[in-house]
């Protein structure tokens, strides 16, 4: 949670420095995603990865500048994935469905291609940071599952990533669409290497 803090406070003081010389736009947003959890192992080649789908909830903050923008956010995400093996665990049929509760800050930058009262076409990317809030991961050995005591996980508190997309305004609605790369491994195993990926689409309603 210290790194949770950390950040929101970063995005604040940027954001209050650039708000001065700015107009400001406050916003709720929506939306749903399909992610993926990308699995590797150590000499195991089969590993199968599937996409899940999920939601979002939150508010974002839009910095105004003539040309460019600056677009911190706040929200709760539902995401996760799933792999599946036949050579594991001695060529039993293993299957991991993993569903992560997160509550992630994006700091996109973005650049306006049409900047016009009615309507908006812009561009933007930007680093995004991820703090799991809670999982559920379940593990079946040919489809019997696991007990509670066998399926724990261990994962790393953050995810770190980069979001790219593009977004369109019409008064005072917005919807963008983006793509996220987790960058860093998210697992505590050193045989194992997941990291997320994350295609998602949100509608959103400024307030003001």
Request: charge should be positive; aromatic fraction near 12%.
């Amino acid at each position: 949670m210290k790194k949770l803090k950390l950040f929101l406070l970063i995005i604040f003081l940027f954001s209050y420095n650039s708000f001065s010389q700015s107009t400001l736009s406050l916003g709720l947003k929506v939306g749903f995603n399909s992610s993926k959890m990308t699995n590797e192992f150590k000499n195991v080649s089969d590993i199968a990865n599937q996409s899940k789908t999920g939601y979002l909830f939150g508010v974002f903050v839009r910095v105004n500048l003539p040309v460019i923008y600056l677009q911190p956010e706040l929200y709760y995400t539902k995401k996760g994935g799933s792999f599946q093996s036949a050579t594991l665990y001695a060529n039993q049929v293993y299957t991991q469905q993993t569903v992560l509760n997160t509550i992630d800050i994006p700091l996109l930058f973005g650049i306006k291609l049409i900047n016009l009262k009615v309507i908006n076409l812009r561009l933007m990317a930007g680093p995004v940071a991820s703090f799991i809030i809670s999982k559920n991961i379940n593990k079946q050995l040919d489809g019997v599952e696991l007990s509670t005591s066998l399926s724990s996980e261990k994962l790393k508190e953050a995810i770190w990533g980069i979001q790219a997309g593009a977004g369109i305004d019409v008064l005072n609605f917005s919807v963008d669409v983006r793509y996220e790369w987790g960058l860093n491994n998210i697992s505590e195993y050193s045989e194992m290497n997941t990291k997320t990926r994350l295609l998602n689409v949100s509608l959103g309603l400024k307030i003001f």
